[in-house]
């Protein structure tokens, strides 16, 4: 594994949300983390790939009939 590793704090700060959301991925185990002595790291690609995953983007307008 390549890259960059993250602290909790980092990761938070790039999603815009508290420390606690990304605590919360890792306990649950929705994102990939590193153990590094009794730290918690998360790789930047993990970080990347995990914002692609959840990423929706938005439905272009239907040509045609104009709905009433």
Same mark, same amino acid.
């Given at each position: 594994?390549? #890259? /960059? $590793? =993250?602290? +909790?704090?980092? @990761?938070?700060?790039? $999603? #815009?949300? !508290? @420390?606690?959301?990304? /605590? /919360? $991925?890792? !306990? %649950?185990?929705?994102?990939?983390? +590193? &153990? @590094? #002595?009794? &730290? +918690?790291?998360?790789? %930047?690609?993990? $970080?990347?790939?995990?914002?692609? =995953? &959840?990423?929706?983007?938005?439905? !272009? /307008?239907?040509?045609?009939?104009? @709905?009433?």
């Amino acid at each position: 594994m390549s #890259g /960059r $590793l =993250l602290t +909790v704090e980092q @990761v938070a700060e790039r $999603l #815009g949300t !508290s @420390v606690r959301f990304p /605590r /919360r $991925l890792i !306990s %649950e185990r929705r994102i990939t983390f +590193v &153990h @590094v #002595g009794r &730290h +918690v790291r998360i790789p %930047e690609r993990e $970080l990347e790939d995990f914002i692609a =995953l &959840h990423t929706t983007n938005p439905i !272009s /307008r239907r040509r045609g009939r104009a @709905v009433a």
